[in-house]
């Protein structure tokens, strides 16, 4: 079992050696941004490094909006952003399910998604594999409620999609944990990455709040359970800096052995 943290992108490694990480994901620009990733300097380091990566897109991506100023963009930035995870040598790049606005078809928003791998098929597609990531709120989302992923992987499926389960997400978003492993791949028929991270808030919430194992709303034998079961590795994204994240990897990994 791999497990680790997201970190700050400035020193990744020096991160992971102070949480005794094995995994690191980190943004490699501004997560509320536009800009496209500049070339991380310790990127030869990263490739050769015996830790595995994993970067997260930006939050701002929405493919499956029907609005184009936000659309377009959305699928340029990503294909930008699988381009720069390759250079460090990432695993996947993760992103999250997005949603249509209030009154539009999430038939339309899914088959954005569709369009937005086909498009990148025609050019050999994505240079690192894409995990879609299951989400905290809206009534819209395209990933939140597994009725809706299901629908969505009917789409995207073919393309070989990956898949990042969000413990605080499902919790968050009305997805009871118990069993949740078995649910999911009977939907998508994998879990490449687990995000394992307690929830501030109740179930059904619909707030993407992370809290530190066992500081929280879950139980976290139910977190630990679905770690043991996707078999998948795992990243904390939790608070509390090096030592909170230490303990949390610290809790997994004994409760792993």
């Not at 490739?47 to 939050?59: E, F, Q």
């Not at 879950?218 to 939790?238: C, F, K, M, N, Y």
Request: proline content about 4%; overall charge negative.
């Amino acid at each position: 079992m791999r497990i680790g943290a997201h970190v700050d992108a400035t020193d990744p490694l020096g991160a992971a050696a102070a949480r005794d990480a094995e995994t690191v994901q980190f943004f490699l620009a501004d997560p509320q941004g536009w800009k496209a990733p500049q070339p991380h300097p310790d990127a030869d380091r990263l490739r050769g490094s015996d830790i595995d990566v994993y970067v997260h897109a930006p939050y701002v991506i929405n493919v499956a909006t029907l609005n184009n100023r936000i659309r377009i963009p959305s699928r340029k930035l990503l294909v930008t952003h699988a381009t720069a995870a390759a250079t460090v040598g990432a695993k996947g790049l993760i992103v999250h399910g997005g949603h249509v606005n209030a009154g539009d078809d999430l038939a339309v928003g899914i088959d954005n998604w569709r369009k937005t791998f086909a498009y990148a098929a025609k050019s050999g597609g994505f240079a690192t594999p894409v995990l879609i990531e299951n989400t905290a709120g809206g009534d819209n989302a395209c990933a939140r409620r597994f009725d809706n992923l299901a629908r969505l992987w009917d789409a995207v499926g073919e393309f070989d999609v990956g898949f990042c389960l969000d413990t605080c997400h499902a919790h968050a978003g009305g997805e009871d944990l118990l069993d949740i492993v078995d649910r999911v791949k009977a939907i998508t028929g994998r879990i490449d990455l687990i995000h394992a991270n307690d929830s501030k808030d109740a179930f059904g919430s619909g707030r993407d709040r992370h809290d530190n194992l066992g500081n929280g709303k879950i139980d976290p034998e139910l977190v630990v359970a679905a770690v043991r079961a996707s078999g998948a590795p795992v990243v904390v994204e939790t608070p509390g800096g090096v030592d909170g994240q230490r303990a949390d990897i610290a809790l997994l990994r004994g409760a792993g052995r």
